[in-house]
């Protein structure tokens, strides 16, 4: 793993001013690649590499030295290339041609250029301040592109705001101990493309864990370097884990919690509580998602049936059908649990097993079946029949419909004439609504 600062040099003749990031100073420079390589690039070692990118024009007016112009007469100027080198910096520094990016085919040879200067598992540092034209997009998007072909973490990009003092006549006036101009960290915006896949994740699929991943990662340096706790960053966190657990627990068919509202770590109560709390929060974009969040969890509660159905239709709006017909068979055995045995009987595996005994005869009954009663269903006949005259005849069809698309999910298709992914899809949203109705 190295460590990149790479940087467009434009053409201007640059007025000297004081560059100011993160509390650090750099005064009386020409060039901000200048001042963030002092800032930035003090401990990198012979590894590490500081890229300048160069059109014609630039190397020939800014990276030599008297490369301006004046009346026919050279300027007295240092390059940016001696000025690097003044720095005595063990990183390399490495001068790239490119070409100005008149034409769409001259923009794809500097994506080309850029990206093969970036090496596998980089830490990126782009400064934008000189790069014109459509190419601050252009470097956002072929950095969020790097970061997954190549695995690189974008460090930072930073854009230094001259143009925040005035014109070049009235910055040529000013003392320079008054040219204090900000170098403006742009990284956030790089990670709106991560905002962006993890919010349609959610919406798409039902699934908060890059939501989670986010939020964890960009509070982290809020927590480092926090000398006392800092309550929203921790109710922000708190509300990226219980989202997080929820759409887990759909993920991977917890009916059992899902009907309780409540796992090891995870608390729909809290989680209604947080989203809340949170409205307005520091980390933007997460903030337009939250009312989405509240209205998709408003309907589940606390020991409450219902959450299982509410969990079967999450699953029908976001394409998990192996979860949705599992959960949508075993929310209706649970009901017949509870209604028959009471609540604290709803995870017991012999009143379940019951209970779907109590089906399946009813079931043969009606279909007709001259195959026998289990031995469980002789055993117990007294609540099998109880249970069996409280079954509704269409909860029953739907029940063997639902039991058919379950086993062939859960045989992997290998059984004759398996229905095909969009039959299922279907017959989980039509069994579903009867179940409804």
């Known amino acids: 793993m190295s460590r990149s600062l790479l940087a467009f040099l434009g053409v201007s003749d640059y007025l000297p001013c004081n560059y100011e990031l993160y509390g650090k100073k750099v005064d009386n420079v020409r060039f901000v690649q200048e001042a963030l390589a002092s800032m930035l690039c003090e401990d990198w070692n012979e590894d590490d590499r500081i890229i300048i990118f160069l059109t014609k024009e630039a190397k020939n007016r800014n990276w030599v030295d008297n490369g301006h112009m004046k009346d026919g007469k050279p300027l007295s100027r240092e390059g940016l290339e001696r000025r690097l080198k003044s720095l005595n910096l063990k990183a390399k520094i490495i001068p790239v041609d490119v070409p100005e990016g008149k034409t769409e085919n001259e923009l794809w040879e500097i994506f080309d250029i850029i990206l093969q200067q970036i090496n596998e598992e980089d830490e990126v540092i782009f400064d934008i301040t000189h790069a014109y034209r459509s190419l601050p997009l252009l470097v ?64 798409t699929y039902g699934d908060a864990r890059s939501i989670f991943e986010l939020t964890d990662k960009q509070l982290a340096p809020i927590f480092r370097e926090a000398k006392r706790k800092d309550d929203n960053a921790i109710q922000l966190k708190n509300l990226g884990s219980q989202l997080k657990k929820f759409t887990e627990l759909i993920l991977t068919t917890r009916g059992y919690d899902i009907v309780r509202g409540t796992s090891r770590g995870f608390n729909v109560d809290e989680l209604k509580k947080l989203i809340k709390i949170n409205k307005g929060s520091m980390l933007k974009p997460i903030n337009p998602l939250l009312d989405r969040i509240s ?28 979860q949705g017909i599992t959960l949508l068979q075993e929310t209706m055995i649970s009901e017949i649990v509870v209604k028959h045995f009471g609540w604290d009987k709803i995870n017991d595996r012999e009143k379940r097993e019951l209970v779907v005994d109590a089906i399946n005869t009813k ?43 379950r086993n062939d999910i859960n045989h992997a298709g290998f059984k004759n004439n398996p229905h095909n992914p969009e039959n299922l899809k279907k017959k989980l949203r039509e069994n579903f609504e009867k179940l409804e109705r």
Not at 298 to 306: G, L, M, R, V
Not at 368 to 397: H, P, Q, T, V
């Open 295 to 322: 209205s998709k969890v408003e309907n589940f509660h606390k020991d409450d049936i219902q959450n299982g159905y509410r969990a079967v239709e999450w699953c029908i709006e976001h394409g998990l059908i192996q």
């Open 140 to 203: 956002i998007i072929l950095l969020n592109y790097a970061r997954v072909l190549k695995h690189i973490e974008i460090k930072g990009i930073y854009y230094g705001a001259f143009e925040v003092l005035g014109s070049r006549p009235e910055v040529s006036e000013m003392n320079i101990k008054d040219r204090n101009a900000p170098i403006f960290d742009l990284t956030p915006f790089a990670y709106l493309f991560d905002w962006t896949s993890a919010i349609n994740n959610f919406i």
């Open 363 to 405: 079931i043969k009954k009606l279909s007709k079946s001259k195959e026998g009663e289990s031995d469980k269903a002789r055993n117990n006949k007294k609540d099998i029949e109880k249970i069996m005259e409280e079954l509704d005849d269409d909860f029953l069809r739907i029940y063997d419909s639902i039991s058919q698309h």
